[in-house]
């Protein structure tokens, strides 16, 4: 992979921040964006911007040609049976609460189980902690080992015949794991439980196959994959989709509308209520295209080599601690002594440097891990060991800024 040339791709990268050129490590948060993806956007609103489904006239062709072309290029690339088993929604939050909402509490009631982990992103805890507050059901938590990774005996300890819902994140932004989702979902059905995939974090990063993993639900956004923001997908099980209700109503999602009653859509566009994301959808076939063709095998396996690389030279200073297991997904979160993760991540703002910090809406996390916070490189196809260089020194100069003598 010609990570140089693929540089040249993203028009962002090349430019100053505070006097420095700009190292992007926060692509975990957000991706940059291909010309490509851009130059999609833009074609959409310059030549044939218009509603889609709705019209017969030329653009209202084009437009819904490219929205339902987009469907296809998702189902492609996260390997879905069908077309109608692909929901384009606003991310991967808005597909959990569709999920939780929808299915969680039409299935669910007084002495059921949910079992998540204590690593997920807020987005895959909050949806359930409600749903478990109106159905009556218990929300369980896989206990994580030392390093933060899930262990299978202690899924199957979890896991009861009382289970209807597992929901995992395939990768940890905060501890870079990859979880073992094909084998949870082994014992999730064993046991007669449905299992979701938060693949927010997977999806931009390695190869997905939706049918091998075998889950129910797998849940994306396009704005960490190169695709703009407000943009992303569900999938579902077409015989889980066709039983559950939309929860969204309006207008495009309706079959007949009556003054005391209405009818539902097939699939997909009964949960895709009101004017979509044209735009949006458009731009994320662009960046599966643009994805695909770089490779995804190659993009893992180069931002596998980053973060080993950033480990090893990270290691080297003193007072530098990582969280989670060594082998892992392109990020590496840390803490630098006594100094606050903020004050890291505004230092390394001045040298052009953007990193993230806080809590990565992964509070309990943070509480498991007993810190209030960390910083986070993270890093994506465009990213260089060069980028890294420039991360440890600017660390290193951190440290004595803030009064640490590195040795």
Known sequence: MDVKQIRKHFPILDQEVNGKPLVYLDSAA??????????????????????????????????????????????????????????????????????????????????????????????????????????????????????????????????????????????????????????????????????????????????????????????????????????????????????????????????????????????????EGGTPIIAGAIGLGAAIDFLEQVGLDAIAKHEHHLANYAIERLSTIDGFEYYGPKERAGLVTFNLDDVHPHDVATVLDAEGIAVRAGHHCAQPLMKWLNVTATARASFYLYNTEEEVDTLVENLIKTKEYFGHVFE
């Not at 062709?61 to 189902?75: I, N, P, S, W």
């Not at 009382?162 to 932004?173: A, D, E, L």
């Not at 014992?187 to 927010?200: F, P, R, S």
């Not at 196959?209 to 992303?232: E, N, R, W, Y």
Request: aromatic share 8%; hydrophobic share 40%.
């Open 30 to 271: 957000t991706s940059q964006k291909p010309i490509e993806v851009i130059d999609a956007i833009s074609n959409y609103y310059k030549k044939y911007n218009s509603n889609v489904h709705r019209g017969v006239h030329t653009l209202g062709t084009l437009a819904t040609d490219g929205y339902e072309g987009a469907r296809e290029k998702v189902r492609k690339f996260i390997n879905a049976n069908a077309t109608e088993e692909i929901i384009f929604t606003r991310g991967t939050t808005t597909a959990l609460n569709i999920v939780a909402q929808s299915y969680g509490k039409g299935n669910l009631s007084e002495g059921d189980e949910i079992v998540i982990t204590p690593m997920e992103h807020h987005s895959n805890i909050i949806p359930w902690q409600q749903v478990a507050r109106a159905t009556g059901a218990t929300l369980k938590y896989i206990p994580l080992q030392k390093d933060g990774t899930i262990a299978l005996p202690d899924v199957e300890a979890t896991v009861t015949e009382k289970t209807k819902i597992v929901s995992v994140m395939h990768v940890s932004n905060v501890l870079g794991c990859i979880n073992p989702i094909k084998d949870i979902a082994a014992i999730a059905h064993k046991n007669g439980a449905v299992m979701v995939v938060d693949g927010a974090q997977s999806t931009p990063h390695m190869k997905i196959d939706v049918q091998d993993l075998d889950c129910d639900f797998f849940a994306l956004s396009g704005h960490k994959m190169g695709a703009p923001t407000g943009i992303g997908a569900l999938y579902g099980k077409k015989k889980l989709l066709e039983a559950m209700e939309p929860v969204e109503f309006g207008g495009e999602m309706i079959d007949f509308v009556g003054l005391q009653e209405s009818t539902w859509k097939e699939l997909p566009w009964k949960f």
